[in-house]
């Protein structure tokens, strides 16, 4: 089992930055990978960044690129969300993700209970 837990939501004015960090325990995975999501009401959760827990590897959504930083410290257990120059359509809640591939696609096994991130001025 692995247990996640998500932390650094708040209110934030547009144009602001935010860090959102997503602390793991319990068995973990040398070919995993820990990826950010956020949902809104009504919509489908959307994939927003991941890296693999041991190389570092990093992809986006190019809904994200150039803003969002996902980064990890493995003396922590921890990954982060660096989010800047946030817009209120950022407003979401914001869930961080432990998955494995088979090479071709990504499976999302444990799942944080999420964050709230509101922008809004």
């Known amino acids: 089992q692995v247990q996640l837990v998500e932390s650094g939501g708040g209110l934030v004015q547009p144009g602001g930055s935010l860090r959102l960090s997503c602390a793991a325990s319990?068995?973990?995975?040398?070919?995993?990978?820990i990826a950010w999501f956020r949902q809104t009401p009504g919509k489908e959760r959307e994939f927003l960044a991941r890296?693999?827990?041991?190389?570092?590897?990093?992809y986006y959504a190019d809904s994200v690129k150039g803003r969002f930083t996902i980064s990890r410290d493995n003396a922590k257990n921890t990954v982060y969300l660096q989010m800047n120059s946030l817009k209120p359509e950022d407003t979401a809640l914001y869930y961080c993700?432990?998955?494995?591939?088979?090479?071709?696609?990504?499976?999302?096994?444990?799942w944080g209970q999420g964050t709230q991130v509101t922008v809004s001025s």
């Open positions: 319990g068995r973990t995975f040398s070919s995993a990978a």
């Open positions: 890296i693999r827990w041991s190389f570092g590897l990093t």
């Open positions: 993700a432990v998955g494995t591939t088979d090479g071709t696609t990504w499976r999302w096994d444990y």
